[in-house]
Nanobody
Framework: QVQLSESGGGLVQPGGSLRLSCAAS????????MAWDRQVPGKERERVAS???????NYADSAKGRFTISRDSAKNTVYLQMNSLLPEDTAVYYC??????????????WGQGTQVTVSS
């Protein structure tokens, strides 16, 4: 099993910044990709950013130019730097790891979620 531990959420004013972190532990043979999703009550979960095992990044249009996803492979940790935050960025943010087991099975894991609230 793989456990994900998120941190870094909180309350911030519009225009402010937050950095989310997510560390994976447990039975990790090889990490394929990592991502950050977010969800607002009553809406579908949205993929905000992703990073592949070779560092290729992708962003939702709403995140481009403001958010940066990065990874520390040695620590099995993924980060999301969020700048110029807007009230519409308010959501619960979930990290996602795609992990290969030793027998070659690719599994998806999600963190418990961290609340980000952007409000004055």
């Amino acid at each position: 099993q793989v456990q994900l531990s998120e941190s870094g959420g909180g309350l911030v004013q519009p225009g402010g910044s937050l950095r989310l972190s997510c560390a994976a532990s447990g039975s990790i043979f090889r990490v394929n990709g990592m991502a950050w999703d977010r969800q607002v009550p009553g809406k579908e979960r949205e993929r905000v950013a992703s990073i592949s095992n070779v560092g290729i990044t992708n962003y939702a249009d709403s995140a481009k130019g403001r958010f940066t996803i990065s990874r520390d492979s040695a620590k099995n940790t993924v980060y999301l730097q969020m700048n110029s935050l807007l009230p519409e960025d308010t959501a619960v943010y979930y990290c996602n790891f795609q992990v290969y087991s030793r027998n070659g099975v690719l599994n998806n894991y999600w963190g418990q979620g961290t609340q980000v609230t952007v409000s004055s």
